[in-house]
Nanobody, 128 residues
């Protein structure tokens, strides 16, 4: 079992940047593919980015491609989401998630139900 704790959220002006972190405790994070999701008020949770155990595979939803970068440091049991050129549509609670499953396709890693473990979320607010 792993516990996930997000940090790094906050209030930022449009065009600014934030880096979210997801620290894993318990079982080492290298045992999991990891993903970032977000949920805005009144909307469903949506996929943002995912990274495979070895960081050899990364995926992004179209709206964040070229602006966000997912990475991981397995020695630190931490996954990151660097977010640049933020806009108001990026405002949401951001969640990190981990899955012990072996699938590495986009169709698998982009689904919330593919993940076994979730953090509590961190709020990102972008002011325009």
């Amino acid at each position: 079992q792993v516990q996930l704790v997000e940090s790094g959220g906050g209030l930022v002006q449009a065009g600014g940047s934030l880096r979210l972190s997801c620290a894993a405790s318990g079982r080492t994070s290298s045992s999991y593919h990891m993903g970032w999701f977000r949920q805005a008020p009144g909307k469903e949770r949506e996929f943002v980015a995912a990274i495979s155990r070895s960081a050899g595979v990364t995926y992004y939803t179209n709206s964040v491609k070229g602006r966000f970068t997912i990475s991981r440091d397995n020695a630190k049991n931490t996954v990151y989401l660097l977010m640049n050129s933020l806009n108001a549509e990026d405002t949401a609670v951001y969640y990190c998630a981990g899955t012990t499953s072996w699938g590495t396709t986009y169709s698998f890693l982009s689904l919330p139900r593919s993940y076994n473990y979730w953090g509590q979320g961190t709020q990102v607010t972008v002011s325009s």
